[in-house]
């Protein structure tokens, strides 16, 4: 199974920005579609973005639309999501998945540990 390990959260100010960056091990890293989600303390884990398996195809949560931005590097196995124009709404855990499938709308099932997003008002 793929090994997730996400990186770049932190603290950061109200209008600033961070770049996300989740390293997978294995082979099926380039065949599978990725994701980003979230989790906020009392609330339950919400779809952030999506990235198809060649990075044709994007979707993202009304929320973030227009501020982050999803992308993938396949000969790195990684997968990002540059966050602009933070809120402190957008303060949770984000977390980085593997699809099922080669789209984003397939079903995710593979985790990784989650890092923690702190935007400050």
């Known amino acids: 199974q793929v090994q997730l390990v996400e990186s770049g959260g932190g603290l950061v100010q109200a209008g600033g920005s961070l770049r996300l960056s989740c390293a997978a091990s294995g082979r099926t890293f380039s065949i599978r579609a990725m994701g980003w989600f979230r989790q906020a303390p009392g609330k339950e884990r919400e779809f952030v973005a999506g990235?198809?398996?060649?990075?044709?195809?994007?979707s993202y949560a009304d929320s973030v639309k227009g501020r982050f931005t999803i992308s993938r590097e396949n000969a790195k196995n990684t997968v990002y999501l540059q966050m602009n124009s933070l809120k402190p709404e957008d303060t949770a855990v984000y977390f980085c998945?593997?699809?099922?499938?080669?789209?984003?709308?397939?079903?995710?099932?593979?985790w990784g540990q989650g890092t923690q997003v702190t935007v400050s008002s």
């Open positions: 990235i198809s398996w060649n990075g044709g195809t994007t």
């Open positions: 998945a593997q699809s099922r499938g080669s789209m984003p709308s397939y079903d995710y099932n593979n």
